[in-house]
């Protein structure tokens, strides 16, 4: 255990250096002045704008697992399922990987019932990095398509056909029995053995095709009402400028897959990096790119500060 608790403290130290790295060199390649100067004539009226797409997109995300919660009948109301999925975004801001909020909104939500807490969490995981893969692949197919770019193609295909092939183990229970005997195998802290009561409460959610269809759907929009903040901030800079709304669209599905590349502390410089390499196409200057990607950071991290007044005060579902 000792050498666990190690390995993830070097691992997450390792993280932040990668991120500062990788930011450092953007910023390096950049004009320093240029970017404190954006931040400092920006026009505070479109980041309050660019607040509240982020706090739809957290409502329709509370949504999306609220349907889950209500499907297994764990009892939880949605003014609970709102509270606790702010204080799973705090926690994703201020833990090494994203799962630190998914444990939190296990804790929080599970009552009695861990196992179908953990299998509904998973399950909103999958559906929504399912509806982020297929916004992907229509971004990627547009910028194919009209502009004869298919560097990203790929990597959106394979993604979403890994996450559906994940899906279809997880949520079939004639699929996962190939698996099941050789989880049982698996003794140790019995670690087989709960991983396939895990699997059972999974298979529940693969004859409710209404409920999948419609968390798809709600990721769908999700990943819609995520593009429209960074536009926002780019109108707080330069309100004159006149780049549409339509690449914010193409390139943020991109960078929010490549952000989930686990190389970084909170996709620290990567998600950067991306924004500067994609906006040029559009003819954004790294400056302003930079700015954008940092401040629109910064917006939903405002958010997730609310969380952590509502772990203070709030009190577990009993």
């Given amino acids: ?12 130290i390792l993280r932040i250096l990668v991120g500062i790295g990788l930011l450092a060199f953007l910023i390096g390649r950049l ?5 404190f100067f954006h931040l400092k004539e920006m026009e505070v009226k479109y980041l309050g704008y660019a607040l509240i797409p982020y706090f739809l997109f957290i ?9 889950l919660l ?3 009948k764990m009892n939880v109301h949605f003014r609970d399922s709102l509270i606790i999925y ?15 909020g998914d444990v939190m909104r296990v804790v929080y939500s599970m009552k009695n019932r861990k196992t179908d807490a953990v299998a509904i969490v998973l399950a909103d ?31 959106m295909i394979i993604g979403l056909l890994i996450l559906i092939f994940i899906t279809f ?23 087989g053995e709960r991983i396939n009561n895990l699997h059972k409460t ?23 009402l995520l593009t429209f903040p960074p536009y926002l901030v780019l109108k707080g800079i330069n309100n004159q400028c006149e780049l549409s709304i339509l690449p914010f669209f193409v390139y943020l599905p991109i960078i929010n897959v490549v952000s989930m590349i686990p190389i970084s502390f909170n996709a620290l410089g990567v998600r950067e990096n991306a924004y500067v390499f994609l906006f040029r196409r559009v003819g954004l200057s790294g400056e302003v790119s930079i700015t954008v990607s940092l401040v629109s950071f910064f917006l939903i991290f405002l958010w997730s500060l609310l969380g952590g007044i509502f772990f203070i005060f709030y009190k577990k579902v009993e």
């Fill in 125 to 155: 995981r999958i559906l929504g990095f399912i509806g982020l893969f297929i916004f992907g692949l229509f971004a990627v197919g547009y910028l194919y398509l009209f502009q004869g770019r298919s560097e990203f193609v790929l990597l």
């Fill in 31 to 35: 004009d320093v002045k240029e970017i």
């Fill in 59 to 67: 409502l329709f995300s509370t949504w999306r697992w609220q349907i």
């Fill in 86 to 100: 702010f204080i799973a975004l705090f926690f994703n801001n201020f833990l090494p990987t994203t799962v630190g």
């Fill in 1 to 12: 255990m000792e050498k666990k608790n190690r390995f993830n403290a070097l691992w997450t």
């Fill in 202 to 224: 999974m298979t529940e959610f693969g004859s409710a095709w209404g409920i999948i269809i419609l968390c798809i759907t709600q990721s769908l929009i999700i990943q819609g």
């Fill in 70 to 72: 209500d499907y297994k």
């Fill in 169 to 191: 183990i997880l949520f079939s229970q004639r699929a996962y029995s190939i698996f099941a005997p050789m989880m049982l195998k698996i003794k140790i802290f019995r670690i």
